[in-house]
């Protein structure tokens, strides 16, 4: 392998290419999509503008690539989306929207009201004893979950309630036991959490050490104000993070996880038992896609969800509601959650009527649609673009070795005989990548069977024969897939099978 690695784009020239492995990959992610030029181009503009996509094409000629790569060159979200609760209307909680800025400046606040983290030594003793770190008796440390010391075996946290309160062991965790002047409210053990005093420049002020693991949390009184500010606030929950992937994949996607739902409640949200109706709303994918990019495979399989995608789009805005009439969740709403996306659908050629008209003229006024690619012209420039392909799919695996020359020459001859026979296109290379990959992975754990360096022209002659479909390897053994067919059934089989009975006497029952 050599040192500096080869850009095909650049200098396309397989000359000085001695395996895959001195191929250099493109860290842009629409420059890895090869012999699609047009539908490149549209998405990066849809990218910038903002703009809708529809691909049409067959299976595997690299139409969910191109909508990754879509997202990848799109900027992160600005934007979190949160579900407050309303105590007025619990069942209509509202929404609100904050600003990166807003929630980076709310988690440094959060963590200052975290207080510090302490080691349990290093806590006062009667207070490490009062959470259960440091034993009574001998004074060793250890997990506050352990009750007895694991040196001397004695129970580390004596009662005090018991002395004060015959009944401490049944109620000792209601009551909290004040001290003296040592300073403490003693709770008994089970507590996890110890209110006390100290000095600081010649003020007194109330502190706190809660258990927090290894570890001892300390709360001063600034901490403390600043928890009680975040308590006064409404209870909310975080429905769309900051931070999340703008990349939404929703293919087969059912209505409640397209459009969100609101969970079930056994307690029907009685606000003593139950939870409340706000921290049960869950987002759908279009929510999820908001300023990124919601993508759809085989689009018409949604059926009537296509006018709710069409809603989103329009209005970029979207209710999410309880969608099961039996559940608890059915009379919550939330309206107007944000859902600003951008919608990259796909589809094969026989399914395009089945797109809805009104959400192709949505696409179609606010972005493009493009028919894919399923070959290219057989040039020099090609061929280094589809020996790009396969050092990609190579380091995509993992677990293939690189391709060496031979191997880069007997894919591109496959690929220009799969042109040939499945395009009847003469003199080009088939874009039909994604069975071209799983050719790839085949002769590579060939390679790896043999013990072998590279993938070498033997590995591919070899995975090109057993990569062949069922009905290929039918027709080769009986002639025809009818045949094959007659020939597995046997006649027991027929006469049990309604589907045989079914077209054996279909015309006697339709006289009869």
């Known amino acids: 392998m050599k040192e500096d690695k080869i ?15 001195d191929i250099a990959i493109p860290n842009d992610p629409l420059m890895r999509v090869i012999g699609q030029n047009e539908a490149v181009d549209l998405a990066r503009i849809a990218a910038r503008q903002r703009r809708h996509l529809l691909l049409v094409g067959p299976p595997g000629t690299g139409k969910s690539m191109i909508a990754q790569a879509l997202a990848l060159h799109l900027s992160m979200p600005t934007e979190e989306i949160r579900v407050v609760h309303n105590p007025e209307n619990p069942e ?4 609100e929207i904050k600003r990166s800025e807003e929630v980076h400046k709310e988690l440094e606040s959060k963590e200052f009201a975290e207080g510090e983290l302490i080691d349990p030594k290093n806590a006062p003793i009667n207070v490490a004893e009062r959470l259960g770190y440091r034993c009574k008796n001998c004074g060793s440390y250890s997990q506050p979950s352990e009750r007895f010391c694991p040196k001397c075996q004695r129970p580390k946290v004596g009662d005090i309630a018991s002395n004060t309160n015959p009944f401490g062991d049944l109620i000792g965790g209601i009551f909290e036991v004040t001290m003296g002047a040592a300073g403490v ?9 110890v209110t006390t005093t100290r000095k600081r420049l010649g003020k007194e002020e109330v502190v706190v050490f809660e258990r927090c693991g290894d570890m001892i949390r300390v709360l001063d009184q600034e901490a403390l104000e600043k928890r009680r500010e975040f308590e006064r606030i409404s209870p909310r929950k975080v429905l769309v993070p900051l931070e999340r992937n703008p990349f939404v994949l929703a293919t087969g996607a059912s209505e409640t996880e397209l459009l969100g739902d609101v969970r079930h409640d056994p307690y029907g949200g009685h606000p003593a038992l139950g939870t409340q109706p706000y921290d049960r709303v869950i ?19 949604l059926g009537h969800l296509q006018r709710f995608i069409l809603t989103g789009m329009q209005e970029k805005r979207f209710p999410i509601s309880g969608r099961n009439p039996q559940s608890s969740g059915a009379s919550v709403k939330v309206d107007s959650v944000p859902c600003d996306f951008i919608f990259v659908g796909a589809c094969n050629i026989q399914d395009l009527e089945q797109i809805l008209s009104p959400l192709r003229s949505r696409i179609n006024g606010s972005g493009y649609e493009v028919l894919v690619e399923t070959s290219m012209e057989d040039t020099p420039d090609n061929r280094a673009l589809l020996a790009q392909f396969i050092a990609q799919e190579i380091s995509i695996d993992g677990r293939i070795p690189h391709a060496a020359r031979s191997g880069i020459n007997a894919i591109t001859k496959e690929a220009r ?4 026979t499945i395009d009847g296109k003469t003199g080009a290379l088939t874009l039909r990548l994604r069975e071209l990959g799983g050719l790839i992975r085949s002769a590579g754990d060939l390679a790896v069977i043999a013990g072998d360096e590279f993938i070498e022209e033997k590995h ?3 995975a090109v024969k057993r990569s062949r479909t069922v009905e290929e ?22 006469e049990k099978s309604p589907y045989y009975f079914w077209n054996e006497h279909q015309n006697d029952q339709m006289f009869h």
Do not use: M, N
């Not at 650049?10 to 395996?19: A, C, H, K, N, Q």
């Open 7 to 21: 850009d095909l784009r650049r200098e396309p020239d397989l000359g000085p290419i001695e395996s895959t492995a």
């Open 417 to 420: 005989r799969r042109a040939s």
């Open 185 to 193: 409210k003693g709770l008994p053990s089970g507590h996890d959490r």
């Open 473 to 494: 390897q039918i027709r080769d053994r009986y002639g025809s897939y009818q045949k094959g067919l007659s020939t597995d059934i046997t006649h027991s089989q027929k």
């Open 92 to 95: 209509r909680p509202s929404i």
């Open 283 to 301: 987002p759908g994918a279009i929510h999820e896609a908001h300023q990124g990019v919601l993508f759809l495979d085989e689009l018409p399989h």
């Open 460 to 462: 591919i002659k070899d």
